[in-house]
C-alpha cells in the first residue's frame, strides 16, 4: 500500500464465493481468489472516488472450475 496526501494505492488479493454477479460474472458455487490493484481517493476521512483492475479472465477461469494460470 502505498499513501500520498489524499490518494491511496494498493495489491489486493481477494477471496470468497460469489453469490451474485459481478463484473459480468455469474456466480455458480465455486470459490475465487485473484489478484486486484486499486486505486482511492480520500475525502474529509472517507473514499471519494475509486479505481480498479483486476484478473477478469482468471475469475473466470475459477467460475467454471478451471485453475488459474
Known amino acids: 500500500m ?4 489524499d490518494r491511496v494505492a494498493a495489491r489486493l488479493v481477494d477471496t470468497g464465493t460469489p453469490v451474485k454477479e459481478g463484473n459480468g460474472l455469474a456466480p455458480t458455487g465455486a ?3 485473484f489478484a486486484e ?9 472517507r473514499f471519494k472516488s ?3 483492475l483486476m484478473d477478469a479472465d482468471t475469475v ?3 467460475l467454471a472450475g478451471r485453475p488459474a494460470d
Open 2 to 5: 502505498v499513501v500520498d496526501g
Open 60 to 62: 473466470r477461469r475459477q
Open 50 to 52: 475509486m479505481w480498479y
Open 37 to 45: 490493484t486499486a486505486f482511492y481517493r480520500v475525502e474529509d476521512g
Open 31 to 33: 470459490s475465487v481468489s
